[in-house]
Nanobody
């Protein structure tokens, strides 16, 4: 069955870094645009970053440009989100998603706090 499993979240101080991973299985990962979203309580999910099938095109939310980097390894069926210079407002549950499908991960909590 289809699975997207995020990992790498945690508690980090402002200015710190985290690297999220999303391991995919059960579908042909390399054929799908992959997206990272985040969500805080009471808010809608926000698109953070997206990467095309071969990584040739990438977009970021304005709020994370210059701080976050999305990448993928199709040989490992994994998409990554490197998050640097983290701010308290980056605190959220982060989800990976295969575009134009209902394939979502379970989410990983990122908390930025001193």
């Amino acid at each position: 069955q289809v699975q997207l499993v995020e990992s790498g979240g945690g508690l980090v101080q402002p200015g710190g870094s985290l690297r999220l991973s999303c391991a995919a299985s059960g579908f042909t990962f390399r054929r799908y645009v992959m997206r990272w979203y985040r969500q805080t309580p009471g808010a809608e999910r926000e698109l953070v970053a997206a990467i095309t099938t071969a990584g040739g095109s990438i977009i970021y939310a304005d709020s994370v440009k210059g701080r976050f980097t999305v990448s993928r390894d199709n040989a490992k069926n994994t998409v990554y989100l490197q998050m640097n210079s983290l701010k308290p407002e980056d605190t959220a549950v982060y989800y990976c998603h295969a575009a134009f499908t209902d394939y979502w991960g379970q989410g990983t909590q990122v908390t930025v706090s001193s």
